[in-house]
């Protein structure tokens, strides 16, 4: 019989685009999610939590010219036959349940749920295959009060979460306005879909090419830095001109803006809709005093998802942070979201309208890093080291007794042997203070205290002698344990 | 052109094998994970979410002979080549992780984790694709004190979740005393591996089999009530006595057991040693006063997993509930664990020790729910009924006063036109109380609420007229709809 082949050893990697997240990491998106949750709740949204897995069907991204419809999807095919994926969005699960539930769930539907979707996308310096989602979106319900609601509950989400008012502001628009300014512009009609999908698309960069930049790409076409040439539009300049004053349609406040988007859908039913929707979000929230320090109408937020139907909001962090190479920027979108009144309609024949926000998680976490509200390190615990090791009972006891003080406690678990490594340690775990208890203090009942905050100094290299003559070290009876840590931790802050 | 042929409407279903978890099961389950994590942080534990995803060479389940690695896991090719799969439990991309950041996490790494974990399998009545694991590990230490460590943490968690001391037990076994017990009855050796491998799996079922079962399968082998047969270890009648004696082993203390197991595996050096391991884990615990009423040493523990090379153990639910059939059973394990020490060898030659426990997330629940410790249901928002569609604007206002006082509050959002709907709506939503506002109402500056609960018996069909003579609703004036309604909630308790 042949010898089987060593297999080489597998490489220990993270997949790529995919990363791990440690500790404080991990505490703080938790605490995050709780936060959001409780304002949701709050609101009447309702817990929901889907698989992780649907079906390619479900999905909606099934294409029957190619093999494997994992485009923009990580899917997989089943042994029976049916292509399963992981869910890319919390929107695609939603219509789903809304259709597959419609006969238990209260109709209209208000439900939230949070949780990682995944992009089989190339992955890239910020970018990964797999971030947290946190969604809340009304289903069952054409009121423009449920839009009011949802930009209301985003307000105070962003405030529970720790940004203060004045640091964020809530934009919202109407796609139906966006679709008369079209119809004024000439561009109705079946046979011009493409260029408004261009328009679309193009508007939705502002931003990031400037208003230059985006009357290239309505006109003829643009080539960027990189010489890359991207197609345009092939609008006339009067017809950029009735778009580009859309983007450009926000005024003072918000009765100017309305006034403004009224001259300018002129003589389009759809668009007159668009405004008159605005107007009544706009009464709704004022009378709940969410005023534009909060929430305004912005006609240049347009969303570039082509499922939405009616308003389209999204929430701006407004202070600047400085980027990775030290230049101020503005922190930018941190949640968005509208209406959408067609996707259960794909699984039932009936149009279920809807409306939603989806925020994101890992964006605002990363704003409050950049602003230093949020820690990035967590205290570790009291480490009680190990001076005999046949006393690890002994000092398990004492970790214990920590513990039910609710003090978070570990006994150190390495070789013992040499005690600057159980310093190192200590350190490493960030740990606010370390218990010593030898042979000596055993028989006299007492055990060393060390004040490692204070101490940290000299922690990395000192022998046991040099640490027993820090002051921060001190000796008290083992029962005294508790109130002489719990001291130390509350000077500590 | 070919006119394009229309798509039939996509099946609004989950997969097979997965569900949807809705209010109160997504809020409790939270819940629990939250206490879990609270207990874990306190021991020292960190911390670690790693991806769903893992490169199949990573999990270890490439099998280079067949096409697709997806035996057990749901596995995917990526464009470029590697195979890429779903995370199937919590300890492989530990062992990865540990591995990849040897270098910078602190040694030994106590570790938690919480997620879902999938599995391609049959499903089944009960039995899902994709479920809640909640581990803890030790990684980098060979001291039984992890073990002992973690063994305590299990009971302080159960009792933490709400299973009270004595509606538990936490067992513990030496997989090194079964190894001697196996040397005992002439079962070592590298030629006796597969007589081993039945052994383990079949001492593990004695629960389900009973004594005859496993003697039946450790012998020539059994038929199941099915008349499918299954082939036995081949052991002899004395071999069987010498593993059967094993799992009777349990006296009445831990001691008493000690001393039994010492007589079992006489002459074997590795049974000597899990002896040896099993004491100090006692002693460990005793010293931290974790009684027999907790944890206590039960040879008949054995986990079947391949894996474990020391101390198992295993967390019981000792009450009795009532199954689907009616019948009274033991609910059986929601947790378990053991002393793994060659998973990070796979990838870095080098052995690392490491210990852990996994708990059964969903298995808890179902506990707490039998057990009727956990509600099921929770307590719906507080509903603003629309009697003026005009008047939206009033009715926010009102619910986002009582938002502000932390009431949990919404305005119905349907079509208002028929009141009967709307009350429906509030009792289908569980809501504690409806506020009401006409215009009369508004005019005098007042609103009714109605207690829901006190009236649920007509809410189903009353008019607005029988509904208004209800004594559970009365008059109050506007500005005292913050105290009325909290009064209402209060006394509902």
Redesign the interface.
Known sequence: MAKQKKQP????????G??????A???ER?EML?QI?EVY????F??????????V??L?KFLPDVDRP?AGV???QEEEG?W?A?RYDMTAPLA??A???RNDL???Y?RFTMG?V?RNEKPGPGRF??FYQCDAD?V??A?M??D??IC?MLA?TLEAVGIPRGDYIVRVNNRKILEGVMEVAGLAGDDKEAERGIVLRTIDKLDRLGEAGVRALLGEGREDESGDYTKGAGLGAGQADVIMGFMAAKREDGPATVARLTELVQGSDIGAEGVEELETIA??L????YGPDRIVIDPSVVRGLGYYTGPVYEAELTFEITDEKGRPRQFGSVAGGGRYDDLVK????QEVPATGISIGVDRLLAALRAKGRIGGT?Q??V?ITVMDRDR??????M??TL?KA??????Y??NPKNFGNQLK?AD??GSPVAVIQGSDEAARGVVQIKDLILGAQIAQDATLEEWKSQPAQREVPLDDLVPAIRAILDRQG
Chains 1, 2 share one sequence.
């Open positions: 050893r597998p490489k220990a990697e993270t997949p790529k995919f990363r791990d997240y440690f500790g990491e991990v505490t938790n709780r949750a709740h709050r609101y009447g309702d817990p929901l939590e889907t698989s992780a897995v649907e079906t069907e479900a909606g994992n990580f899917a997989w049916d399963l992981l789903r349940v259709a597959q539930f209260p109709n209209p208000r990682p995944w295959r797999q009304t069952g319900t009121s009060a449920a009011a609601e209301a105070d009464d709704l004022a009378a709940q005093d794909r699984f039932t024949g967590a570790g615990p480490v690890m009972g002994d000092y398990q006891a970790a214990a513990r609710d003090i978070r406690a570990e006994v678990l390495g340690y490493k775990r």
